[in-house]
């Protein structure tokens, strides 16, 4: 160990039942922290309520993204079957005409206005919930404790992070020890 | 109590075993990854690779030679390969629909399978891609397909239903990773933390991404899942109606119908399900996994499998009327002599020479699902195995009778001809079961093959009944202590 010194990183309070960590999570809401997260082993139902949080709005960026997928389907095909100019040198468009149609019949290209919206539409979810969660991260200090490898298991946790503006090493413990949670930590980091 | 709950007033119970716990979940599903594999998947594995070495010698010999060693010729010019293709596809489409739109139907017991059909997805598209691919004949020249900028200025023709399927199929595979592995994300998360050894630990927390199982992620996450759920649904839809747009376009009678879309659908979905069931089956005794996958689960998929039998037949009925109420000829001789061998036409009486394929689509596809009226059938194991194989078969034939009974004998006869398959043919589609079966026996054995967090959510209690608690919170004695004071 090079560096020996640490700092509180955040308090982990463990539970046993779903219910003991609503109640939990209702009196820390309740008591005005932030910074402050419940861990459970899949998506529990009602903790957003519980919680406080706000409504997710990542359906917002897989809508935009999902429009501009269509967007970008319209002009490809535009300009590559009906349009003649040589945008920024990538090659000519060529107005081809098949089976009579119009070089730009629409109807034709309905699917693949569909499958690219649906294309873009699927990355920006996906990416748009990594940024919206900043995962990938695999430092976080929570993983210094080794009881916290339940909480992907069959045990809950709630997490108070000591960057929250009223974490306090006495009162939080104090908050989180009036929840009659079965396992209380000090989760510690070192100092960079 | 909230939306969680079965609904007792309709007959629902609880999917899993009373006294099931989280932790039972935990071990049943992530100990397949952990214990030694068993001597009957070391048996399969090696059986599979050595499948797909023939698959890869089958496919050095059609490119040295080119695609005269299959026996494509005039008139039939699609023939195995296409009918492969469909069939692969086809399968792929029970994994997206019983992780999609069962989704949005909040059916529940699609917990229990859905990670596994979407792998079986996965793969099948893989199979199902290489062949239009290697049907170019010259693979290397593929990225024609794309609309990439070229010297030779020139860009594919997107009023071509190949084209659009080229986009279709290439979609739904990304989709399709994409949704599969965003569901996998807190199955690693299990994993990892299970690890004994630094490897596992390290392989697993990479594809993990650090995930902390935080309510502040499971809340967009969630959010996310249900986006995937409804892009996917309309994704699934579309890509098997873009894949009959290859054939209902065309002018080939037997081909030029607008029953198709929603007839190719039904049909990979029932043949998706058919082959969850059979490998569902296979990996539910080798891996013991029947406390998680209940004859319940089973009986339902069955109940499935009954519903798009009878689609199926319905489009089947539905192709011979148009057939007959259109008076076209050349439809009529299709669908009498072509398929069901009538020698309509034929001076000689002589039935037509492909008859017994359509026999046997009809055998296996409307005929034998039947026996799934009856529960006794629904809920026995040998008899959904065997019904869930003769109906991949008779899926086979349904694409092999589209594709070469429609072709052989059109319009002119001074162009009919006949089509006969080659053991090129024959190796090149069994030696994709050998890529389909080393992906999926990799799969079984280093993925969770059940999702892990959603069946710990179907679990009895695993939410908290939130009114009741914010109610009930301002009483005594529900907390031991004041909340401190500032």
């Known amino acids: 160990m090079a560096n020996e010194k640490k700092k509180p990183a955040l308090y982990l309070a463990e539970y046993d039942t779903p219910n003991a960590i609503a109640r939990a999570a209702m009196r820390v809401r309740d008591a005005g922290y932030q910074k402050w997260d419940c861990h459970t082993p899949y998506a529990m139902h009602g903790m957003d309520e519980a919680m406080g949080l706000k409504p997710t709005r990542i359906g917002v960026i897989s809508f935009i993204f999902g429009m501009l997928g269509v967007g970008t389907a319209v002009l490809m095909m535009q300009y590559t079957n009906a349009w003649t100019f040589n945008l920024l040198d990538i090659g000519w468009g060529y107005p081809l005409v098949v089976g009579g149609k119009p070089p730009g019949a629409f109807p034709s290209m309905v699917p693949i206005m569909f499958e690219l919206g649906v294309l873009l539409c699927g990355f920006a979810t996906l990416f748009g919930l990594l940024g919206i969660i900043k995962l990938p991260r695999h430092n976080h200090p929570i993983f210094e404790s080794d009881r916290f490898e339940a909480a992907s298991g069959d045990k809950f946790f709630i997490s108070i992070e000591a960057d929250d503006q009223k974490f306090d090493l006495e009162r939080t413990k104090a908050l989180l020890e009036s929840t009659n949670p079965t396992y209380l930590e000090l989760v510690e980091e070192e100092v960079q | 109590m909230s939306y969680d709950a079965p609904i007792k007033e309709i007959g629902e119970t609880y999917l899993l075993p009373e006294g099931t716990t989280a932790n039972d979940v935990t071990e049943t599903i992530a100990g397949v990854t952990e214990n030694p594999a068993p001597r009957g998947w070391w048996l399969l594995f090696l059986a599979s690779v050595s499948v797909l070495g023939i698959m890869g010698a089958a496919l050095a010999y059609l490119f040295y030679q080119g695609v005269g060693v299959w026996g494509n010729n005039a008139p039939v010019y699609w023939a195995w390969d296409i009918t492969n293709f469909v069939w692969w596809i ?91 592995y965003v569901g996998l994300i807190p199955d690693f998360a299990t994993l990892r933390d299970r690890s004994k050894n630094l490897t596992r630990k390290r392989v697993y927390g990479f594809f993990a991404l650090g995930w902390r199982g935080a309510h502040r992620h499971w809340q967009h996450y969630e959010r996310a899942y249900l986006i995937f759920a409804g892009i996917s649904t309309p994704l699934v839809l579309s890509v098997h109606s873009v894949v009959s747009f290859d054939f209902a376009t065309s002018v080939v009678p037997g081909w030029h119908t607008t029953i198709f879309p929603p007839y190719f659908v039904a049909g990979a979905v029932f043949s998706g399900f058919a082959l969850v069931m059979t490998l569902m089956l296979i990996c539910r005794s080798v891996f013991k996994l029947h406390g998680i996958v209940t004859i319940k689960h089973l009986d339902l998929m069955n109940k499935f499998m009954l519903g798009t039998a009878l689609l199926v037949g319905y489009a089947y009925a539905m192709e011979f009327f148009i057939a007959w109420y259109s008076s076209n000829p050349y439809e009529q001789w299709v669908f009498l002599h072509n398929r069901l061998g009538w020698g309509m036409l034929d001076s000689k009486g002589n039935w037509g020479p492909l008859w017994w394929a359509y026999y046997a689509m009809v055998s296996c596809n409307v005929i034998v699902p039947q026996i799934f009226w009856f529960k006794r059938a629904r809920t026995s194991v040998p008899i959904m195995l065997i019904a869930s194989v003769l109906i991949n078969i008779g899926m086979w034939f349904e694409r092999f009778v589209i594709i070469v009974t429609s072709l052989y004998q059109d319009f002119l006869p001074s162009s009919w001809g006949m089509f006969h398959p080659t053991l090129i043919d024959v190796l090149t589609y069994l030696g994709t079961f050998g890529l389909f079966f080393t992906l999926f026996l990799l799969f079984v054995r280093w993925v969770p093959m059940i999702a892990i967090a959603e069946v710990k959510g179907t679990l009895p209690g695993a939410h908290p009944d939130i009114h009741a608690l914010e109610s009930r919170q301002e009483e005594p004695g529900t907390a031991a202590a004041p909340v401190p004071a500032e």
């Not at chain 2, 990225?143 to 990439?148: D, H, K, S």
Request: proline share 7%; aromatic share 20%; with cysteine.
């Open chain 2, 90 to 180: 086809g399968i792929g489409h029970a994994g997206t629909l019983i992780s999609a739109i069962l989704f949005l139907f909040r059916q529940k017991w699609r917990t229990s399978i859905n990670r596994f059909a979407e792998a079986m997805t996965v793969f099948a598209v893989l199979c199902a891609g290489l062949f239009p691919a290697i049907h170019t004949g010259r693979p290397w020249f593929d990225y024609y397909l794309f609309p990439l900028p070229n010297q030779m200025d020139m860009w594919p023709n997107f009023k071509s239903p190949l084209m659009w399927d080229v986009f279709a199929v290439s979609t739904y595979l990304t989709i399709s990773v994409i949704f599969w």
